[in-house]
């Protein structure tokens, strides 16, 4: 039975008119990679590795980072394994890094501006990056892009530190969370391997509302169509180069968004690991062709309460 039970979980997420979506994890510690799998996850979209750097006074060494990036790339077993560079400054301080007062943290040096910062941590995690990426099928992602011109020069150093670690060659993406790197999505996607859309940054910088505000929770909302038109906008470039666009913030776990976000050509979702058999089980019963055009009516909405009240009325 069990057995019956972890098959199903398995199949692929195909719509009732033949379209595919992957359904992926987002995973922030070494147990949750196998559980992924259990769950039914055909890849993990998201590691964020701010795990393995906070609570604790001293930075994690680069053997610590390596033994952790392989045996989750074990777990999963020649699944996909995105692991994205230390996305910490922000809301996410770390204890042995002196950081000067900012202002405005989510504004301040956070990700990878924080990572070129720092270029021996950052050196340390690549180096076992790379050397996890010969026991299994790993990518790397760089979080906070906001042009062209960073993404090179993160591309550099791994292509740097590969040679180093004489590591296989591997893909290398963005997360897709500003709106600069969303409106030169065309660009970017000449040069990247992959997007992964993190709507809970890019709702947050493109409406200008602090992601954790309590009072703003309501109207922070990732369908507000100028987010909508900025995931349509990065799907069409990253497809217009033969690139593929996952969703790996909380609206892809969202059974409201995810049609939107399927009509809108997304090719995978990443949502956390409990999440996993319902999403599965939505796109099994949904038709792509509805999708499609409820996406194109969401964006047109002139909000998101709008676009929400359209979900509704489809179901
Ligand atoms: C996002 O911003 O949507 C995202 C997935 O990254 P995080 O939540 O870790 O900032
Ligand atoms: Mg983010």
Same mark, same amino acid.
């Given at each position: 039975?069990?057995?019956?039970?972890?098959?199903?979980?398995?199949?692929?997420?195909?719509?009732?008119?033949?379209?595919?979506v992957e359904v992926a994890a987002n995973i922030g510690a070494v147990p949750e990679a196998g559980r992924a799998v259990q769950a039914g996850g055909e890849a993990v979209g998201l590691l964020r590795t701010e795990f393995l750097f906070q609570d604790r006074t001293d930075p994690p060494s680069e053997e610590e980072q390596y033994e952790a990036y392989r045996a989750m790339a074990e777990a999963l077993g020649g699944?996909?394994?995105?692991?994205?560079?230390?996305?910490?400054?922000?809301?996410?301080?770390?204890?042995? $890094?002196?950081?000067?007062?900012?202002?405005?943290?989510?504004?301040?040096?956070?990700?990878?501006?924080? /990572?070129?910062?720092?270029?021996?941590?950052?050196?340390?995690?690549?180096?076992?990056?790379?050397?996890?990426?010969?026991?299994?099928?790993?990518?790397?992602?760089?979080?906070?892009?906001?042009?062209?011109?960073?993404?090179?020069?993160?591309?550099?150093?791994?292509?740097?530190?590969?040679?180093?670690?004489?590591?296989?060659?591997?893909?290398?993406?963005?997360?897709?969370?500003?709106? /600069?790197?969303?409106?030169?999505?065309?660009?970017?996607?000449?040069?990247?391997?992959?997007?992964?859309?993190?709507?809970?940054?890019?709702?947050?910088?493109?409406?200008?509302?602090?992601?954790?505000?309590?009072?703003?929770?309501?109207?922070?909302?990732?369908?507000?169509?100028?987010?909508?038109?900025?995931?349509?906008?990065?799907?069409?470039?990253?497809?217009?180069?033969?690139?593929?666009?996952?969703?790996?913030?909380?609206?892809?776990?969202?059974?409201?968004?995810?049609? $939107?976000?399927?009509?809108?050509?997304?090719?995978?979702?990443?949502?956390?690991?409990?999440?996993?058999?319902?999403?599965?089980?939505?796109?099994?019963?949904?038709?792509?062709?509805?999708?499609?055009?409820?996406?194109?009516?969401?964006?047109?909405?002139?909000?998101?309460?709008?676009?929400?009240?359209?979900?509704?009325?489809?179901?």
């Amino acid at each position: 039975r069990r057995a019956e039970v972890l098959q199903a979980a398995y199949r692929p997420a195909i719509t009732i008119d033949g379209h595919r979506v992957e359904v992926a994890a987002n995973i922030g510690a070494v147990p949750e990679a196998g559980r992924a799998v259990q769950a039914g996850g055909e890849a993990v979209g998201l590691l964020r590795t701010e795990f393995l750097f906070q609570d604790r006074t001293d930075p994690p060494s680069e053997e610590e980072q390596y033994e952790a990036y392989r045996a989750m790339a074990e777990a999963l077993g020649g699944l996909p394994l995105i692991v994205r560079t230390l996305d910490a400054g922000g809301d996410k301080p770390l204890p042995y $890094i002196a950081m000067a007062h900012e202002d405005n943290p989510f504004l301040g040096q956070r990700g990878i501006r924080l /990572s070129f910062t720092m270029p021996d941590l950052f050196r340390s995690q690549l180096r076992a990056i790379l050397r996890a990426a010969s026991h299994g099928e790993i990518k790397i992602m760089f979080p906070m892009i906001t042009s062209v011109a960073e993404f090179r020069r993160g591309r550099a150093l791994v292509e740097e530190i590969r040679r180093e670690v004489d590591g296989p060659e591997i893909d290398v993406g963005i997360m897709v969370e500003v709106p /600069s790197s969303a409106v030169m999505a065309d660009l970017l996607a000449r040069e990247v391997d992959f997007f992964s859309i993190g709507t809970n940054d890019l709702t947050q910088y493109t409406l200008a509302m602090d992601r954790g505000h309590p009072a703003l929770a309501r109207e922070a909302d990732g369908l507000h169509p100028a987010v909508l038109r900025m995931v349509d906008q990065t799907v069409r470039a990253a497809h217009g180069e033969g690139k593929w666009v996952g969703v790996c913030g909380n609206l892809a776990a969202d059974p409201v968004a995810a049609p $939107i976000l399927i009509g809108l050509d997304v090719d995978e979702l990443s949502v956390g690991v409990p999440n996993i058999p319902a999403l599965k089980a939505q796109i099994r019963s949904m038709a792509y062709e509805d999708a499609k055009d409820l996406a194109r009516r969401a964006l047109a909405c002139d909000g998101a309460a709008e676009v929400r009240a359209l979900t509704s009325e489809a179901a």
